[in-house]
Protein backbone atom coordinates (compact mmCIF):
# COMPACT_ATOMS: atom_id res chain seq x y z
CA UNK A 1 0.00 0.00 0.00
CA UNK A 2 1.86 2.98 -1.09
CA UNK A 3 0.89 6.55 0.11
CA UNK A 4 2.23 10.01 -2.03
CA UNK A 5 2.59 13.20 -0.26
CA UNK A 6 3.33 16.34 -2.83
CA UNK A 7 5.58 18.63 -1.19
CA UNK A 8 4.66 22.26 -2.66
CA UNK A 9 5.72 25.69 -2.20
CA UNK A 10 5.98 28.63 -4.10
CA UNK A 11 9.53 29.82 -5.62
CA UNK A 12 12.00 30.10 -3.35
CA UNK A 13 10.73 28.75 0.03
CA UNK A 14 13.21 25.91 0.10
CA UNK A 15 10.67 23.36 -0.94
CA UNK A 16 13.40 21.84 -2.82
CA UNK A 17 16.21 21.99 -0.23
CA UNK A 18 13.94 19.92 2.07
CA UNK A 19 13.26 17.59 -0.58
CA UNK A 20 16.86 17.06 -1.20
CA UNK A 21 17.98 17.01 2.33
CA UNK A 22 15.28 13.74 2.79
CA UNK A 23 16.48 12.10 -0.38
CA UNK A 24 20.33 12.42 0.78
CA UNK A 25 19.15 11.77 4.94
CA UNK A 26 17.47 8.35 3.65
CA UNK A 27 20.27 6.84 1.11
CA UNK A 28 22.61 8.03 3.55
CA UNK A 29 20.78 5.57 6.43
CA UNK A 30 20.30 2.74 3.39
CA UNK A 31 20.95 0.26 5.95
CA UNK A 32 17.89 0.37 8.23
CA UNK A 33 16.41 3.08 6.82
CA UNK A 34 16.26 2.39 2.76
CA UNK A 35 15.55 5.10 0.24
CA UNK A 36 14.87 4.32 -3.77
CA UNK A 37 14.26 7.17 -6.86
CA UNK A 38 11.18 5.89 -8.57
CA UNK A 39 11.56 8.91 -10.95
CA UNK A 40 13.39 12.34 -11.08
CA UNK A 41 11.23 14.21 -8.28
CA UNK A 42 9.75 11.08 -6.24
CA UNK A 43 11.63 9.81 -3.31
CA UNK A 44 10.73 6.83 -1.24
CA UNK A 45 11.42 7.29 2.44
CA UNK A 46 11.21 5.12 5.33
CA UNK A 47 8.99 6.29 7.82
CA UNK A 48 11.09 6.71 11.59
CA UNK A 49 9.20 3.64 14.11
CA UNK A 50 11.52 2.66 17.27
CA UNK A 51 9.34 0.07 17.86
CA UNK A 52 10.52 -2.52 14.84
CA UNK A 53 13.90 -2.11 16.26
CA UNK A 54 12.79 -3.38 19.73
CA UNK A 55 10.30 -5.74 17.86
CA UNK A 56 13.35 -7.08 15.84
CA UNK A 57 16.00 -7.41 18.51
CA UNK A 58 13.45 -9.67 20.64
CA UNK A 59 12.66 -11.81 17.70
CA UNK A 60 16.31 -12.06 16.53
CA UNK A 61 14.90 -11.21 13.28
CA UNK A 62 17.78 -11.08 10.55
CA UNK A 63 16.01 -8.32 8.85
CA UNK A 64 14.33 -4.74 9.27
CA UNK A 65 11.67 -3.90 6.53
CA UNK A 66 10.12 -0.46 7.74
CA UNK A 67 6.78 0.66 6.41
CA UNK A 68 7.48 3.68 3.63
CA UNK A 69 6.03 6.75 2.33
CA UNK A 70 6.77 8.90 -1.13
CA UNK A 71 7.45 12.45 -1.52
CA UNK A 72 6.82 14.38 -4.62
CA UNK A 73 8.94 17.21 -5.09
CA UNK A 74 6.45 19.30 -6.87
CA UNK A 75 7.01 21.95 -9.36
CA UNK A 76 6.96 25.78 -7.74
CA UNK A 77 3.61 27.60 -8.08
CA UNK A 78 3.02 30.60 -8.57
CA UNK A 79 -0.45 33.38 -9.10
CA UNK A 80 -2.70 31.96 -11.77
CA UNK A 81 -1.37 28.02 -11.75
CA UNK A 82 -4.88 27.53 -11.91
CA UNK A 83 -4.75 29.37 -15.38
CA UNK A 84 -2.04 27.39 -16.58
CA UNK A 85 0.48 30.08 -15.34
CA UNK A 86 4.32 29.02 -14.87
CA UNK A 87 4.21 25.21 -14.37
CA UNK A 88 0.62 25.76 -13.20
CA UNK A 89 -0.93 22.44 -15.36
CA UNK A 90 2.02 20.13 -14.53
CA UNK A 91 1.94 21.18 -10.73
CA UNK A 92 -2.18 20.57 -10.94
CA UNK A 93 -1.94 17.43 -12.40
CA UNK A 94 0.78 16.12 -9.96
CA UNK A 95 -1.15 17.45 -6.99
CA UNK A 96 -3.88 15.42 -8.23
CA UNK A 97 -1.98 12.01 -7.87
CA UNK A 98 -1.06 13.00 -4.35
CA UNK A 99 -2.84 11.25 -1.17
CA UNK A 100 -2.09 14.65 0.51
CA UNK A 101 -0.10 17.85 0.31
CA UNK A 102 2.71 19.17 2.48
CA UNK A 103 3.11 22.70 2.03
CA UNK A 104 6.47 24.48 2.76
CA UNK A 105 5.94 28.25 3.75
CA UNK A 106 9.08 30.96 3.75
CA UNK A 107 8.68 31.76 7.38
CA UNK A 108 12.47 33.31 7.16
CA UNK A 109 14.37 36.87 6.48
CA UNK A 110 17.09 36.56 4.44
CA UNK A 111 17.41 40.17 1.53
CA UNK A 112 19.62 37.71 -0.52
CA UNK A 113 16.58 35.26 -1.44
CA UNK A 114 14.24 37.00 -3.30
CA UNK A 115 10.33 35.95 -2.63
CA UNK A 116 8.30 36.01 -5.74
CA UNK A 117 5.75 38.66 -4.66
CA UNK A 118 8.39 40.92 -2.82
CA UNK A 119 7.61 40.55 0.95
CA UNK A 120 8.02 37.53 3.61
CA UNK A 121 4.00 36.60 4.22
CA UNK A 122 3.61 32.89 5.04
CA UNK A 123 0.04 33.25 5.71
CA UNK A 124 -0.61 35.16 2.37
CA UNK A 125 1.38 32.78 0.31
CA UNK A 126 -0.52 29.33 2.07
CA UNK A 127 -4.31 31.43 0.56
CA UNK A 128 -1.93 31.87 -3.09
CA UNK A 129 -1.86 28.35 -2.66
CA UNK A 130 -5.23 27.51 -1.52
CA UNK A 131 -6.72 29.67 -3.66
CA UNK A 132 -5.66 28.07 -6.76
CA UNK A 133 -6.74 24.49 -6.02
CA UNK A 134 -9.66 25.63 -5.21
CA UNK A 135 -10.50 27.96 -8.81
CA UNK A 136 -8.99 24.63 -10.29
CA UNK A 137 -11.46 22.40 -8.32
CA UNK A 138 -14.59 25.06 -9.41
CA UNK A 139 -13.51 24.59 -13.18
CA UNK A 140 -13.67 20.61 -12.93
CA UNK A 141 -16.42 20.87 -11.32
CA UNK A 142 -18.64 22.59 -13.55
CA UNK A 143 -17.26 20.66 -16.19
CA UNK A 144 -18.22 17.84 -14.33
CA UNK A 145 -21.83 18.81 -13.48
CA UNK A 146 -22.89 19.12 -16.97
CA UNK A 147 -21.77 15.75 -17.87
CA UNK A 148 -23.81 13.72 -14.99
CA UNK A 149 -26.84 15.91 -15.92
CA UNK A 150 -27.07 13.53 -19.12
CA UNK A 151 -25.88 10.44 -17.09
CA UNK A 152 -28.84 11.36 -14.34
CA UNK A 153 -31.36 11.88 -16.94
CA UNK A 154 -30.51 7.97 -17.71
CA UNK A 155 -31.18 7.03 -14.46
CA UNK A 156 -27.13 6.28 -13.56
CA UNK A 157 -27.14 5.97 -9.70
CA UNK A 158 -23.43 6.59 -9.41
CA UNK A 159 -24.31 9.39 -11.41
CA UNK A 160 -26.60 10.96 -8.64
CA UNK A 161 -24.35 10.46 -5.66
CA UNK A 162 -21.14 12.36 -7.63
CA UNK A 163 -23.88 14.49 -8.47
CA UNK A 164 -24.77 15.32 -4.98
CA UNK A 165 -20.97 15.36 -3.55
CA UNK A 166 -19.69 17.82 -6.39
CA UNK A 167 -22.26 20.35 -5.46
CA UNK A 168 -21.70 20.07 -1.98
CA UNK A 169 -18.08 20.80 -2.83
CA UNK A 170 -18.89 23.74 -4.68
CA UNK A 171 -21.22 25.57 -2.67
CA UNK A 172 -18.37 25.25 0.13
CA UNK A 173 -15.57 26.71 -2.23
CA UNK A 174 -18.13 29.48 -3.45
CA UNK A 175 -18.42 30.06 0.39
CA UNK A 176 -14.47 30.41 0.16
CA UNK A 177 -14.02 27.48 1.88
CA UNK A 178 -11.57 24.18 0.79
CA UNK A 179 -13.42 21.10 -0.20
CA UNK A 180 -11.91 19.32 2.59
CA UNK A 181 -14.31 21.36 4.70
CA UNK A 182 -16.90 19.38 3.54
CA UNK A 183 -18.57 17.10 5.78
CA UNK A 184 -18.34 13.61 4.08
CA UNK A 185 -20.07 10.32 5.76
CA UNK A 186 -18.90 6.70 5.90
CA UNK A 187 -20.73 5.45 3.04
CA UNK A 188 -19.89 8.34 1.14
CA UNK A 189 -15.95 8.04 0.96
CA UNK A 190 -14.70 5.82 -1.69
CA UNK A 191 -16.97 7.93 -4.07
CA UNK A 192 -15.39 11.47 -2.73
CA UNK A 193 -12.21 10.21 -2.81
CA UNK A 194 -12.70 9.11 -6.74
CA UNK A 195 -13.32 12.82 -7.59
CA UNK A 196 -10.00 13.70 -6.97
CA UNK A 197 -10.45 17.53 -6.07
CA UNK A 198 -7.50 19.05 -5.49
CA UNK A 199 -8.79 21.32 -2.45
CA UNK A 200 -9.89 18.07 -0.44
CA UNK A 201 -6.61 16.75 0.17
CA UNK A 202 -5.04 17.11 3.49
CA UNK A 203 -2.42 19.92 4.23
CA UNK A 204 0.18 19.89 6.18
CA UNK A 205 2.12 23.41 7.10
CA UNK A 206 5.91 22.83 7.03
CA UNK A 207 7.60 26.16 8.16
CA UNK A 208 11.19 26.88 7.09
CA UNK A 209 12.64 29.40 9.76
CA UNK A 210 16.19 30.70 10.20
CA UNK A 211 18.93 28.18 11.64
CA UNK A 212 18.17 30.04 15.18
CA UNK A 213 15.00 29.48 15.47
CA UNK A 214 14.77 26.00 14.62
CA UNK A 215 13.58 24.92 18.65
CA UNK A 216 11.07 27.61 19.08
CA UNK A 217 9.77 29.42 15.53
CA UNK A 218 9.38 32.81 15.20
CA UNK A 219 6.73 35.09 14.46
CA UNK A 220 5.62 33.88 10.91
CA UNK A 221 5.43 30.01 12.38
CA UNK A 222 2.99 31.50 14.95
CA UNK A 223 1.11 33.14 12.66
CA UNK A 224 0.44 29.94 10.26
CA UNK A 225 -0.03 27.43 13.24
CA UNK A 226 -2.92 29.81 14.57
CA UNK A 227 -4.19 29.97 10.74
CA UNK A 228 -3.50 25.92 10.92
CA UNK A 229 -5.04 25.33 14.15
CA UNK A 230 -8.70 27.57 12.76
CA UNK A 231 -8.21 25.27 9.21
CA UNK A 232 -8.41 22.38 11.90
CA UNK A 233 -4.66 21.67 9.72
CA UNK A 234 -1.23 20.96 11.53
CA UNK A 235 2.26 22.32 11.19
CA UNK A 236 5.69 21.93 12.02
CA UNK A 237 8.81 23.83 11.76
CA UNK A 238 11.64 22.89 10.09
CA UNK A 239 14.98 24.78 9.03
CA UNK A 240 15.54 23.74 5.53
CA UNK A 241 19.09 25.03 5.95
CA UNK A 242 20.29 22.85 9.29
CA UNK A 243 18.63 19.65 7.39
CA UNK A 244 20.59 20.63 4.75
CA UNK A 245 23.92 19.93 6.96
CA UNK A 246 22.26 16.97 8.67
CA UNK A 247 21.88 15.14 5.36
CA UNK A 248 25.97 15.37 5.02
CA UNK A 249 26.72 13.62 8.04
CA UNK A 250 27.67 10.36 9.69
CA UNK A 251 24.27 9.80 12.18
CA UNK A 252 26.53 9.95 15.46
CA UNK A 253 27.39 13.48 13.86
CA UNK A 254 24.07 14.57 13.25
CA UNK A 255 22.93 13.53 17.00
CA UNK A 256 25.37 15.85 18.61
CA UNK A 257 24.83 18.53 16.11
CA UNK A 258 21.46 18.41 16.94
CA UNK A 259 21.90 18.21 20.62
CA UNK A 260 23.63 21.50 19.98
CA UNK A 261 21.17 22.89 18.04
CA UNK A 262 18.55 22.73 20.77
CA UNK A 263 16.86 20.02 18.99
CA UNK A 264 15.14 16.45 20.26
CA UNK A 265 15.28 14.48 16.33
CA UNK A 266 15.60 15.93 13.15
CA UNK A 267 12.83 17.89 11.25
CA UNK A 268 12.64 15.43 8.76
CA UNK A 269 11.70 12.54 11.34
CA UNK A 270 8.86 14.83 12.44
CA UNK A 271 7.66 15.93 8.61
CA UNK A 272 7.57 12.29 8.04
CA UNK A 273 5.89 11.19 11.08
CA UNK A 274 3.33 14.32 10.46
CA UNK A 275 2.89 13.02 7.03
CA UNK A 276 1.84 9.66 8.23
CA UNK A 277 -0.95 11.05 10.91
CA UNK A 278 -1.97 13.62 8.20
CA UNK A 279 -3.16 10.54 6.15
CA UNK A 280 -4.90 8.73 9.16
CA UNK A 281 -2.85 5.95 8.96
CA UNK A 282 -1.48 3.61 11.54
CA UNK A 283 1.32 0.44 11.61
CA UNK A 284 1.05 -2.91 12.22
CA UNK A 285 4.33 -5.66 12.77
CA UNK A 286 4.66 -8.94 11.65
CA UNK A 287 8.05 -10.59 12.89
CA UNK A 288 9.76 -13.92 13.06
CA UNK A 289 13.52 -14.88 12.63
CA UNK A 290 13.97 -13.69 8.90
CA UNK A 291 12.28 -10.51 8.97
CA UNK A 292 10.92 -7.90 11.41
CA UNK A 293 8.64 -5.70 8.88
CA UNK A 294 6.10 -2.80 9.27
CA UNK A 295 3.00 -2.12 7.15
CA UNK A 296 0.81 0.50 6.79
CA UNK A 297 -3.23 0.43 6.69
CA UNK A 298 -5.82 3.21 7.18
CA UNK A 299 -6.79 3.68 11.08
CA UNK A 300 -10.27 1.63 11.32
CA UNK A 301 -9.06 -1.26 8.85
CA UNK A 302 -10.86 -4.60 9.29
CA UNK A 303 -7.96 -7.78 9.88
CA UNK A 304 -8.78 -9.30 6.29
CA UNK A 305 -8.29 -6.09 4.81
CA UNK A 306 -5.17 -5.55 6.67
CA UNK A 307 -4.13 -8.57 5.65
CA UNK A 308 -4.81 -8.11 1.91
CA UNK A 309 -2.01 -5.29 2.47
CA UNK A 310 0.65 -8.28 2.60
CA UNK A 311 -0.86 -10.42 -0.38
CA UNK A 312 -4.65 -10.58 -1.91
CA UNK A 313 -4.71 -14.06 -0.85
CA UNK A 314 -4.57 -13.42 2.59
CA UNK A 315 -7.88 -10.97 2.61
CA UNK A 316 -9.56 -13.29 0.38
CA UNK A 317 -8.76 -16.26 2.40
CA UNK A 318 -8.78 -15.30 6.00
CA UNK A 319 -9.50 -17.07 9.06
CA UNK A 320 -8.16 -15.61 11.85
CA UNK A 321 -5.33 -13.07 12.73
CA UNK A 322 -3.05 -14.14 15.75
CA UNK A 323 -2.92 -10.82 17.49
CA UNK A 324 -0.61 -9.77 20.31
CA UNK A 325 -0.63 -6.42 21.19
CA UNK A 326 2.92 -4.89 21.49
CA UNK A 327 3.48 -3.87 24.81
CA UNK A 328 2.59 -7.16 25.23
CA UNK A 329 4.96 -8.74 22.56
CA UNK A 330 8.20 -6.80 24.57
CA UNK A 331 6.99 -7.20 28.34
CA UNK A 332 6.48 -11.30 27.76
CA UNK A 333 9.65 -11.24 25.57
CA UNK A 334 8.44 -11.94 22.48
CA UNK A 335 5.75 -14.42 21.11
CA UNK A 336 6.15 -17.89 22.84
CA UNK A 337 6.31 -15.70 26.16
CA UNK A 338 2.82 -13.41 25.31
CA UNK A 339 1.55 -17.12 24.26
CA UNK A 340 2.43 -18.73 27.82
CA UNK A 341 0.88 -15.80 29.48
CA UNK A 342 -2.30 -15.45 27.70
CA UNK A 343 -1.48 -11.96 25.57
CA UNK A 344 -1.90 -14.06 22.02
CA UNK A 345 -5.73 -13.72 20.76
CA UNK A 346 -7.13 -15.22 17.81
CA UNK A 347 -9.41 -12.33 15.87
CA UNK A 348 -11.66 -12.82 13.33
CA UNK A 349 -13.11 -10.79 10.22
CA UNK A 350 -14.94 -7.94 12.64
CA UNK A 351 -11.78 -7.24 14.39
CA UNK A 352 -10.64 -3.89 14.14
CA UNK A 353 -6.42 -3.96 14.01
CA UNK A 354 -4.83 -1.24 16.13
CA UNK A 355 -1.37 0.53 16.15
CA UNK A 356 1.32 -1.60 16.67
CA UNK A 357 -0.47 -4.97 16.87
CA UNK A 358 1.90 -7.94 15.96
CA UNK A 359 0.22 -9.92 13.41
CA UNK A 360 0.02 -13.81 12.10
CA UNK A 361 -2.49 -14.11 9.48
CA UNK A 362 -4.14 -17.83 8.98
CA UNK A 363 -5.74 -18.12 5.83
CA UNK A 364 -7.02 -20.82 2.95
CA UNK A 365 -5.01 -20.70 -0.40
Request: glycine fraction near 8%; aromatic fraction near 6%; proline fraction near 3%.
Amino acid sequence: MGFKTGIVGMPNVGKSTLFNALTKTASAQAANFPFCTIEPNVGEVSVPDARLDTLAEIAGSAKIIPTRMAFVDIAGLVKGASKGEGLGNQFLANIRECDAIIHVLRCFEDDDITHVDGRVDPVIDAEVIETELMLADLESIDKRLVNLSRKIRGGDKDAVEQHDLLTRAKDAIESDKPARTVEITEDEQKAWTMLQLLSAKPVLYVCNVEEENAASGNAHSEAVAKMAAEQGAASVVISAAIEEEISQLDPEEASMFLEEMGLHEAGLDRLIKAGYTLLELETYFTVGPKEARAWTIHKGMFAPQAAGVIHGDFERGFIRAETIAYADFVENGGEQGAKEAGKMRAEGKTYVVKDGDVLHFLFNT
